[in-house]
């Protein structure tokens, strides 16, 4: 009961669906910290723009999200898409099924190479592992996804904090020159716009992360609950963003890290 409670308490109506939504979308790409060198960190002294860009995207659209749900009760995604494009609802169907396939697909390969690159385990022990995980977790559903999810993001925090504490304070000198020279060396030409584009361009990319946290707005009860779920979540989801941009920054511009496939691993 002291469980349930605290899922459903200010946790869960305020925090959870932050978990939820940063737990989808740290995965594959963001995780490997390549997403963030081609949204953002590619730019050097200028990306951090494009990281307030994602954040405010993050935000605001898991407002708008939790709202139009909380107001017509419609917590998955289908019930979502009727009142948002009406008859054309089906067509999400097939763009959703051939994202999640694309994005357990990515998870799984990037699992393969890091343990086989970290622990010398064969790649394809990775693959299956991450697969195996996939199916229980939807197996046995929300309970366990919102338990799982919950301690994941802490240990997902505690890992991305102390790493990125070593790598920055290693390199913090580093850090300080490209900031301070406003080195962009690898896109000299880029400019405020584009660096911005870039990061709203990230925040579509990552659209189809919200219905995933659709289950757990049921908790909310007016628009104040909204928004400041929407704000943690934004929070949760563009903290280990800056984490990453920072640390790459003691890099830049080598294309030893900026071109590798897991810079993180780096």
Do not use: C
């Not at 605001?60 to 909380?70: Q, S």
């Not at 584009?194 to 009860?221: D, E, H, K, M, S």
């Amino acid at each position: 009961m002291q469980e349930r409670g605290f899922f459903e308490g200010r946790f869960g109506r305020y925090i959870l669906p932050g978990v939820i939504l940063q737990s989808v979308l740290i995965g594959g790409g963001y995780a490997t910290g390549r997403e963030i060198v081609e949204f953002g960190a590619k730019y050097g002294a200028l990306g951090w723009l494009a990281g307030l860009a994602i954040f405010a995207g993050f935000a605001g659209m898991a407002f708008l999200t939790f709202e139009v749900a909380r107001r017509f009760q419609a917590f998955d995604y289908r019930s979502l898409l009727k009142h948002v494009i009406g008859p054309f609802y089906p067509l999400y169907d097939i763009v959703y099924v051939l994202l999640a396939i694309l994005v357990i697909a990515i998870m799984a390969a990037a699992t393969g190479e890091i343990l086989n690159s970290t622990l010398g385990l064969n790649y394809w022990v990775g693959v299956v592992l991450i697969i195996i995980v996939v199916g229980i977790l939807n197996f046995y559903g929300e309970g366990l996804i919102e338990r799982f999810k919950t301690a994941g993001t802490a240990l997902l925090y505690l890992g991305y904090i102390t790493f990125a504490f070593l790598v920055i304070s290693r390199n913090w000198d580093q850090i300080g020159t490209t900031l301070s020279s406003g080195d962009h060396s690898l896109h000299p030409d880029a400019g405020l716009g584009i660096v911005l584009w870039t990061g709203i361009i990230y925040v579509g990319y990552n659209l189809a992360v919200y219905p995933a946290a659709l289950f757990t707005v049921r908790r909310q009860t007016s628009m104040r609950d909204s928004v400041v779920a929407a704000l943690f979540g934004g929070v949760l989801m563009t903290f280990p963003w800056f984490l990453t941009y920072f640390a790459l920054m003691g890099f830049y511009p080598d294309d030893a890290i900026f071109d590798a496939s897991v810079p993180w691993l780096e």
